[in-house]
């Protein structure tokens, strides 16, 4: 069973930084992806960034990118999503998910994975 452990979330001011970190078991030939999503109080789940694990392909959702960098830490099986320039609207439960197939792109835009970590979350207010 693949374990998923996000962290890093908090507190944040407008125009702050927060960074957070999903931690996986294992990276392997089933974690070909790897995503960042986020649910706001009563708003549908949207994918932020994705990555993939073979070729560090990245995607950014429109309303992140230029803010937000995912990055991954091979040796340590880890994940980072920095965010820059935080927004009150980037307030949500952040969720790190991994997929064996999809690429980064369609991972994020379809919005679906086979694995889930429990979330982490972000909250930006003055």
């Known amino acids: 069973q693949l374990q998923i452990e996000e962290s890093g979330g908090g507190l944040e001011q407008p125009g702050g930084s927060l960074r957070l970190s999903c931690a996986v078991s294992?990276?392997?030939?089933?974690?070909?992806?790897i995503g960042w999503f986020r649910q706001a109080p009563g708003k549908e789940r949207e994918g932020v960034s994705c990555?993939?694990?073979?070729?560090?392909?990245?995607y950014y959702a429109d309303s992140v990118k230029d803010r937000f960098t995912i990055s991954i830490d091979s040796a340590k099986n880890t994940v980072y999503l920095q965010m820059n320039s935080l927004k009150p609207e980037d307030t949500a439960i952040y969720y790190c998910?991994?997929?064996?197939?999809?690429?980064?792109?369609?991972?994020?835009?379809?919005?679906?994975?086979?694995?889930w970590g429990k979330g982490t979350l972000v909250t930006v207010s003055s």
């Open positions: 998910a991994v997929d064996p197939f999809f690429e980064a792109q369609a991972m994020c835009r379809i919005n679906e994975a086979d694995h």
């Open positions: 990555i993939s694990t073979r070729d560090g392909t990245t």
């Open positions: 294992a990276i392997t030939w089933h974690t070909k992806t």
